[in-house]
């Protein structure tokens, strides 16, 4: 049976209008109330929070691919879909928006360039509360767990168990429900990765192609790596506030040593 209508949820990702991943997750959240669709035309890994502002955006509406599920396609980014579909394409109030289900972990620094995550900070940023979801592999991906796992927390969205000024970034190993060792509420953990640049020439100049190297894990205890490390769903709540509070109290000198030095 179908959900109430009485829950409305927008639904982006990454990966593009045709993932598996976005589907699976419609399917399973149309059971708790209203979905509708506004995803990128294409893959659009590793944009972080891009927003096009030098040419226009275009969108069509899309046969889903699950029935009775209003969809649109975005010629544009991400956080585009979610500011368009916010901003104009949809006439009504959305309570919720979820980003995935992506292929492949965002976890640590991965979320200052994710495109799931910039997606949902859109929401977030709108008053909001919003989801990012991924799991952690990019061949043979178990979308279920993930699209269980979200299908309850819209059901607690909805019962007000949880904050409305929140923005969740989940991680689950790339395993069947059965075989998860629990859930743990987390903080960012450190991944970092050696980019390695490949040059080349296509015959007429050259060109440059970053490539990423093997990430370094920093599986601290109580961070999202270390949760997903141990074959557990992490859960990290994020917010915008990017300033460093041990910082602010190591440079209170600062501003006296500058301005000493421009007179």
Not at 127 to 144: C, E, Q, R, T, Y
Not at 216 to 221: G, N, T
Not at 253 to 260: C, F, M, R, S, T
Request: proline share 5%; charged share 20%; hydrophobic share 40%.
């Amino acid at each position: 049976m179908k959900g109430a209508k009485n829950l409305r949820m927008l639904v982006t990702n990454d990966d593009g209008i045709y993932a598996m991943g976005l589907w699976t997750l419609v399917a399973a959240l149309q059971q708790v109330g209203e979905v509708v669709v506004v995803a990128p035309d294409r893959e659009q890994s590793a944009v972080g929070t891009s927003v096009t502002l030098h040419h226009p955006l275009r969108a069509r509406e899309i046969e889903p691919l699950v029935r009775g599920i209003r969809s649109y396609c975005v010629e544009g980014t991400p956080a585009d879909c979610v500011i368009l579909a916010l901003g104009n394409l949809l006439n009504s109030r959305i309570d919720l928006v979820f980003c995935g289900i992506n292929d492949g972990s965002n976890l640590g620094d991965d979320v200052l360039i994710s495109g799931t995550v910039g997606a949902a900070l859109q929401g977030y940023l709108k008053g909001i509360p919003s989801v990012a979801l991924s799991v952690g592999a990019l061949k043979d991906v178990h979308f279920d767990a993930a699209a269980r796992l979200a299908a309850v927390l819209a059901r607690n969205f909805e019962k007000q168990a949880l904050p409305k000024e929140i923005l969740l970034n989940i991680n689950l190993p790339n395993l069947p429900l059965d075989r998860i060792k629990g859930i743990e509420v987390t903080r960012l953990g450190r991944r970092s990765y050696s980019d390695e640049i490949q040059p080349g020439h296509d015959g007429k100049r050259d060109y440059y192609w970053i490539v990423r190297g093997k990430p370094d894990w920093q599986p601290e205890e109580g961070t999202d790596i270390w949760a997903f490390t141990r074959d557990k769903i992490s859960i990290t709540p994020i917010h915008s506030d990017l300033t460093s509070q041990k910082a602010l109290s190591a440079i209170q000198d600062l501003p006296q040593a500058l301005l000493k030095g421009l007179t």
